[in-house]
């Protein structure tokens, strides 16, 4: 079983599941980078050359691979969500963590990044509103845990998604399960 993050783009879903990764052991995939891979070009590149449905449908069948194959952390686009087939796919094959980040948090994390082809826009705050307007609800919908991001340092944020994945069941970590206690004469 996978854990996969879910959030807007710049909260935190590639540096937070390299640590948790490293953390429980488990090997850790970008599904933009898989797919920067697989199209040879940058996300940005073929998003202005292709359009964003086309990046949309490779972004399908690259988390429909990922979440049959991949038993680790996978972080994801932040708008891998926005089909609903992904949003099943993902909720019914990991553990999915939704980092909820407010637009200004992550605006101040992001600013000066050039590689997010939806922030290059005159009002990138402005955009991330809207975003996380119409997203928050599918994140919410895919997610088996919700955690804010807020301020928390990523070791924090690491220890807190950590607590939550160990509450939820033994399946999601590698650590051996402990013995059941002998019966009771």
Do not use: W
Request: proline fraction near 9%; aromatic fraction near 6%.
């Amino acid at each position: 079983m996978s854990i996969i993050f879910v959030g807007l783009p710049g909260s935190g879903k590639t540096t937070i599941g390299r640590q948790l990764a490293r953390r429980l052991d488990l090997p850790f995939v970008d599904s933009d980078h898989v797919i920067e891979h697989q199209l040879g070009c940058s996300i940005r590149e073929f998003f202005a050359r292709e359009g964003e449905d086309s990046f949309r449908d490779v972004e399908q069948q690259v988390l429909d691979e990922l979440t049959q194959t991949h038993e680790g952390v996978i972080a994801t686009g932040g708008g891998a969500v926005l089909r609903p087939i992904n949003r099943r796919r993902l909720h019914e094959r990991g553990q999915v963590v939704y980092l909820r980040s407010s637009p200004e948090d992550v605006f101040r994390r992001v600013r000066h990044d050039q590689a997010r082809p939806l922030l290059q826009v005159d009002d990138p705050l402005n955009r991330l509103r809207t975003l996380f307007e119409a997203r928050d609800p599918l994140y919410r919908e895919a997610a088996h845990f919700v955690i804010e991001t807020g301020r928390p340092s990523v070791a924090t944020l690491v220890n807190m998604i950590t607590m939550q994945l160990e509450l939820a069941g033994p399946h999601v970590s590698r650590a051996p399960a402990s013995p059941p206690p002998p019966p009771r004469p």
